[in-house]
């Protein structure tokens, strides 16, 4: 009778103890599948031949990301107790007008793969990631980076995807604290002979009290490096940004400057601004404006302005409409659209893209 009973009482012991761990491995550990499939219609006036930089004349096109890059990723958190966690994200980018690469560096994972600890003393993240630099303009762009009629088209004309998709990089960004908040990172680059070759640093710091943001941003990289990619992420150049959004219910105001200066090459200055305003919960609309001025020749500059709006049929799906205008003078190549359109030519261009995004 004895030994029934200690059989029974292992086994119920054994019952409770796999529950128990089960249930917390499901408590401290998640997995999520997500992404962005986003499809439009672009329209310009002008386009810039690639060969010669002169017009070719009007062009109708489908795009891939009309407004926001095509992607799919997945994220995980681990529980390690004691307000420790453990997170992971890899991101891809892909085109869909082909199926390849869209809006990355090129690679499978080339948007985001990095791993990180958190905790109420900030979070300490390894790999490649996007820089404080290029965060910052996203949050201080009025029509949310848009991939058409925005900073990033300014951005991509600049220097491509350099300082976007930081590789070979460490980051640490601190917890809020009285409403700061800061972030660093350092990308180890070097080659053979020249252990600076590629490296870059950046820092952000912003102050948000739910009304009042203010940001301050500064991204530092030299050329070259071992960190080649399919897409440039090697240009060296000095980038700063200063900026300040404010809040009025579903109406923000944004405002920014920004400044370019290339290795061996240009010095631009940016100046811009607009509101994004939510009329209804399932209706955006939001506009903005650029100014680019050359340093070393303020007879190149450019004016880029778009307006656009978003109507969500469901939390997932929505539509869009935008309408873009950039005027160049001398050597100034703005552009109206990171996919079909990153460089336009001198005088005025005007371009619209139509599209449909759906998240998951």
């Not at 500064?218 to 990619?229: E, H, K, R, V």
């Not at 923000?252 to 509101?275: H, L, R």
């Not at 305003?277 to 303020?298: C, E, F, H």
Request: proline content about 2%; aromatic content about 12%.
């Amino acid at each position: 009778m004895a030994h029934k009973t200690s059989i029974v009482n292992f086994s119920l012991l054994a019952g409770v103890a796999l529950t128990l761990f089960s249930g917390l491995a499901c408590a401290q550990s998640s997995v999520t599948l997500y992404g962005i499939v986003d499809a439009g219609l672009l329209y310009t006036s002008k386009t810039a031949n690639s060969s010669t930089g002169e017009n070719s004349g009007k062009q109708f096109s489908f795009i891939d990301s009309g407004s926001t890059p095509s992607s799919f990723g997945m994220e995980g958190t681990e529980d390690l107790g004691g307000g420790l966690k453990a997170k992971f994200k890899l991101e891809n980018g892909f085109s869909t007008a082909n199926g390849g690469a869209g809006i990355s560096n090129g690679n499978f994972f080339g948007r985001q793969a990095w791993v990180s600890l958190q905790s109420n003393l900030g979070e300490l993240k390894t790999g490649l990631q996007f820089s404080p630099f290029f965060l910052a303009l996203y949050r201080l762009d009025p029509r949310g980076l848009s991939t058409f009629g925005s900073s990033s088209v300014i951005y991509a004309d600049s220097v491509v995807a350099t300082g976007v998709f930081a590789s070979n990089a460490v980051s640490y960004t601190s917890p809020v604290i009285a409403g700061f908040t800061g972030s660093v990172l350092y990308a180890l680059g070097g080659e053979a002979g020249n252990f600076s070759a590629g490296r870059n640093y950046s820092a952000d710091l912003m102050y948000d009290n739910g009304t009042l943001m203010i940001d301050v941003a500064f991204y530092s990289g030299n050329p070259g490096g071992t960190a080649q990619t399919p897409v440039p992420t090697d240009v060296g150049f000095t980038g700063r940004m200063l900026g300040a959004s404010y809040k009025f219910d579903s109406l923000t105001f944004k405002a920014s400057f920004t400044s370019y200066k290339i290795s061996g090459s240009f010095s631009n200055n940016v100046y811009g601004g607009g509101i994004n305003y939510d009329i209804t919960p399932a209706l955006n609309v939001n506009g903005g404006m650029w100014y680019t001025i050359d340093r070393n020749n303020s007879s190149n500059h450019s004016i880029l302005a778009a307006v656009g709006t978003q109507y969500f049929l469901s939390r997932s799906t929505s539509l869009y409409g935008q309408i873009g205008v950039v005027n160049n003078h001398g050597k100034m190549d703005t552009g109206l659209s990171v996919n079909g359109a990153t460089q336009e030519i001198a005088g005025t261009s005007v371009g619209t893209v139509v599209g449909i995004r759906h998240l998951f």
